[in-house]
């Protein structure tokens, strides 16, 4: 997005927050009280507390006036909305960054006993800055565990004199060519991920490009590199490259792939690239990486230093291509829920496993079980239902052409999930899910080719009033998609087409 003129009023100006509800507004998913969301920011663990920093607006439903809102979690589900963290200014826009916690001080904003949290952000400048039409990375800190936040005076730290140059994502590269900051930051029109290293965060040094490969049909943004084990051994371990892509993406619009390869602390090398260089025709889409196969997971990085090397990821649950549309009212878009991805062998190849952090765990709440069962074909209601909800159903398709499930269903409508045996794909239909006019490219249908393991499938989907977030296989593919159903769209139920399929458990929780 290009930076607005930001007039506004500080944030501290502002009215106070009453706030906003409707019946879309999720239980399990951070939205802002007020006003709208788009990415994920700063994601940061510190003593105890997830802090969740986002791209916010503080004065309206749409985007503008950008500035990092605040919120604060002790278990990533339940989320109090903190003050606005870096309110925008006449000089700049907030645009989407990292926070680092720097255990030792190096950047000097703190001391040796209360070492600072330090934010690195896009600066975009407008309105009233010399700098205008620049997008370059600076500085914040916060010395009081990020109530309060101070913009460096030396800001900014580094300026390619480029106009779409932005999203620092920073990290402590501690390897085999030393110990020092890295940060993975876009030239977003060049679909290009540039890599810089520091020892203090302020002065910032060359080191190499990766880019363009794979989807190149968008601007590139947001980017996140990290290392992970691959089944949990220590001694085989990779390096995952994300690339969030608008528009672009593999469902259409905003969409993240991923890259897996290695990273020597100067150069990132894949071994997932399947076409280099600018891409004209996207034939090939299907063979990339992708965080998500559906419309509303975007601009996902992951959260820095949790404990026991867990990395945990949050998406923005929505789409560029709608985003300013969505019939919600007071507030507008949410995140995702937090992820733990993981990297794991199929087939002899590596690929991303990725699990929701689950608001229904150890829950017994509304819950209703269904044991082995042939399936008739046709559609079974369900005697429960579903807004706000988890269901784990496992299927063994057999010689069923179609198996699935109805997901807030209610007269004429419903979102349809279910899998194509011949063609082995997964599908979440949408097109008669509610609400889709309010948008042209709203209303689709979302695929992702899922082998059966064993003869079998198992979907574990969750639906927030809003939302339906599906893991196939053991979150070895999701699709994460909005819907807006009429208010009596609530039933859920099992589909099978052809004679032949199994039903081995469907468990839902919640209601
Ligand atoms: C991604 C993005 C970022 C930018 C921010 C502006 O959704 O366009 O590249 O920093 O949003 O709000």
Not at 135 to 162: C, F, H, I, M
Not at 474 to 489: C, K, M, N, S
Request: proline share 6%; net charge negative.
């Amino acid at each position: 997005m290009n930076p607005l003129t930001t007039t506004a009023a500080p944030a501290s100006a502002a009215a106070p927050t009453v706030p906003s509800r409707d019946r879309f507004r999720p239980a399990w998913h951070y939205a802002a009280e007020r006003n709208w969301l788009n990415d994920p920011n700063g994601l940061v663990y510190l003593n105890g507390t997830y802090h969740l920093f986002y791209q916010h607006n503080p004065f309206g439903t749409d985007w503008g006036n950008m500035s990092w809102g605040h919120a604060t979690s002790r278990d990533l589900l339940h989320w109090e909305e903190q003050p606005v963290a870096i309110p925008c200014d006449a000089q700049e826009a907030i645009f989407s960054g990292s926070v680092v916690f720097d255990r030792n001080n190096s950047s000097g904003f703190g001391t040796a006993r209360n070492p600072p949290l330090v934010a690195v952000y896009t600066s975009a400048y407008g309105g009233d800055s010399p700098l205008a039409g620049r997008q370059a990375q600076s500085l914040a800190y916060s010395v009081d565990e990020g109530r309060t936040w101070t913009k460096y005076q030396g800001n900014p730290v580094l300026d390619r004199a480029s106009a779409d140059f932005r999203d620092p994502k920073v990290f402590w590269y501690d390897g085999a060519a030393g110990s020092y900051w890295v940060m993975a930051a876009v030239e977003a029109v060049e679909r290009q991920v540039v890599l810089y290293k520091s020892a203090d965060l302020k002065a910032w040094e060359y080191l190499s490009t990766f880019g363009p490969a794979n989807a190149t049909g968008g601007v590139w943004e947001c980017p996140d590199l990290f290392e992970l084990p691959v089944d949990g051994n220590p001694e085989d371990r990779k390096w995952v490259l994300i690339v969030n892509i608008n528009p672009g993406g593999i469902a259409g619009g905003s969409a993240g792939q991923y890259f897996l390869g290695g990273f020597d602390g100067v150069t990132f090398r894949s071994e997932s690239t399947v076409t280099e260089g600018l891409q004209k025709d996207g034939s090939r889409m299907r063979e990339y990486g992708w965080l998500d196969w559906g419309r509303d997971y975007y601009a996902a990085v992951s959260f820095s230093n949790v404990p026991d090397s867990r990395r945990i990821m949050i998406g923005w649950m929505s789409n560029w291509d709608y985003a300013g549309s969505t019939p919600t009212g007071g507030w507008r878009s949410a995140m995702s829920l937090p992820r733990e991805v993981l990297l794991t062998r199929v087939d002899g190849e590596v690929v991303l496993r990725q699990t929701a952090v689950d608001p229904f765990e150890g829950s017994e709440l509304g819950s209703f079980h269904l044991g082995p069962q042939r399936l008739v074909p046709g559609t079974l209601e369900l005697p429960v239902t579903g807004t706000v909800a988890r269901i784990d159903v496992e299927f063994e398709p057999g010689t069923a052409t179609r198996v699935g499930l109805m997901l807030r269903a209610g007269g004429a409508q419903a979102t349809l999930l279910t899998y194509d045996v011949a063609e082995g794909m997964l599908r979440l239909d949408r097109r008669a899910s509610g609400h889709v006019d309010f948008h042209g490219t709203f209303a689709s249908i979302e695929t992702v080719a899922v082998p059966l393991q064993d003869g079998r499938l198992r979907l574990r989907a969750y639906l927030d009033r809003c939302s339906v977030e599906v893991f196939a296989q053991d979150g070895l593919a999701t699709i994460t998609d909005l819907v807006f159903p009429a208010e009596a769209g609530t039933a859920l139920a099992i589909i099978a087409e052809g004679e032949g399929a199994q039903l081995l458990a469907l468990d839902v929780v919640g209601g």
